[in-house]
């Protein structure tokens, strides 16, 4: 894949000065969802497949940036002194807030890129893509402009505050913290609300993680993403009333139920009692994996299911059936829906013995139930971003 890209770059860039390769992977995430804004635990991993770029320092202040998977869209052009967003420029925005993000954080960054972007991530999955191109292109701008006091962490932060600020989308650190940091046969246990962390042994020899794409178009997400995110901040200030808190995450499914009453909404209720019972869910689930017990983990996910469709409302028919389908099957551990929801993934842990059984059947019955047709990828858990 290196020397492809460089040929690659060479091609449509033309001869120059010694070009470099980096990949960022995407991630998926076990358990722990809709937690990562509301200062709560995750534990997402990071995952073969990724963003792949090459890159060049330029002489001048020029930004050139082309991407083989949006071919159509054509060159994107912008400059150090010139990096406004444009809708026209479409996927190139993400790596232009970046820069932004870099030099308004004090970065110096002197010279313009050449950057040739190649991401084998399959589109419509909601596994980091964009948050993959954020991270690798941090990592460019730190290796090539040597910004030592930059570290892996930084990079995740500016990557998330790029996607908040510049491309206006209210994303948590999830993302780019678990492409960032990611470690093979690993996940990580990640506290959103101070950003501790562990690494967790992710080693599953008898079962497969699988990810199903729904194959259900996402309609929506960002409007009905910021409608709970403000449900939840305004549950957390009428809980703030009586109970010293930051966010919902510091709360314990005990305390909650004492402290619940003051929240004057129903709905606002089911938001709320996601937030601290998925955190918790979490926290046992890392437990259960210390311990070998694959058998809890995999209970454990498909509770986080239920409340993410009945108290969180953020599933759909399509990704219900999925899972439904899923736990018909004798050899899956667990299965969830993964991601924002309305549409999009799975995710599943299934034992080898079950794998075909598993895409097969669900498969079948999931066309037949809904006329979609699912895709199903066996991911295996990868290294964060690097120099290739």
């Given at each position: 894949m290196r020397q492809q890209l460089v040929d690659k770059f060479l091609e449509i860039y033309g001869e120059g000065d010694a070009v470099h390769v980096y990949f960022a992977p995407g991630r998926i995430n076990l358990i722990g969802e809709h937690t990562d804004y509301n200062g709560g635990h995750v534990f997402p991993c990071a995952i073969t497949v990724g963003t792949y770029a090459a890159a060049r320092r330029r002489a001048d202040t020029d930004i050139r940036l082309y991407s083989l998977n949006y071919s159509e869209t054509g060159m994107v052009k912008a400059s150090l002194g010139d990096l406004d967003y444009r809708q026209k420029d479409g996927w190139g925005n993400y790596p232009k807030g970046v820069i932004r993000t870099f030099t308004n954080k004090g970065c110096r960054i002197p010279h313009g890129l050449d950057i040739l972007y190649y991401g084998d991530i399959p589109k419509g999955l909601g596994i980091g893509s964009s948050a993959s191109i954020e991270v690798v292109t941090g990592l460019i701008l730190k290796e090539l402009e040597g910004l030592s006091?930059?570290?892996?962490?930084?990079i995740a932060l500016f990557s998330q505050l790029s996607e908040n600020e510049y491309i206006g989308a209210g994303s948590g650190i999830m993302d780019p913290f678990a492409i960032a940091m990611g470690k093979k046969d690993h996940a990580i246990f990640l506290d959103t609300s101070d950003l501790s962390y562990i690494y967790a042994p992710l080693r599953l020899p008898h079962e497969k993680i699988i990810i199903t794409n729904s194959q259900k178009a996402r309609l929506a997400v960002d409007e009905r993403y910021q409608e709970r995110r403000s449900q939840c901040r305004q549950a957390l200030e009428e809980l703030q009333r009586v109970i010293a808190i930051r966010d919902l995450g510091e709360l314990t499914a005990e305390v909650f139920e004492q402290v619940q009453e003051m929240i004057e909404s129903p709905v606002r209720l089911r938001r709320a009692r996601h937030a601290v019972t998925e955190n918790q869910r979490t926290i046992q689930a890392v437990e259960a994996l210390k311990r070998g017990d694959i058998e809890?983990?995999?209970?454990?996910?498909?509770?986080?299911?239920?409340?993410?469709?009945?108290?969180?409302?953020?599933?759909?028919?399509?990704?219900?059936?999925?899972?439904?389908?899923?736990?018909?099957?004798?050899?899956?551990?667990?299965?969830?829906?993964?991601?924002?929801?309305?549409?999009?993934?799975?995710?599943?842990?299934?034992?080898?013995?079950?794998?075909?059984?598993?895409?097969?059947?669900?498969?079948?019955?999931?066309?037949?139930?809904?006329?979609?047709?699912?895709?199903?990828?066996?991911?295996?858990?990868?290294?964060?971003?690097?120099?290739?």
């Open positions: 006091d930059v570290n892996m962490v930084d809890e983990f995999g209970q454990l996910m498909n509770a986080s299911h239920l409340s993410l469709k009945e108290d969180y409302e953020v599933s759909c028919e399509e990704l219900d059936i999925l899972v439904e389908e899923a736990w018909e099957i004798e050899g899956v551990l667990g299965s969830r829906m993964m991601g924002a929801g309305f549409g999009g993934c799975t995710v599943s842990i299934v034992r080898n013995s079950a794998v075909n059984e598993f895409i097969s059947k669900v498969g079948q019955n999931y066309e037949k139930r809904t006329g979609f047709c699912a895709e199903f990828y066996v991911v295996e858990t990868g290294n964060g971003a690097t120099v290739l």
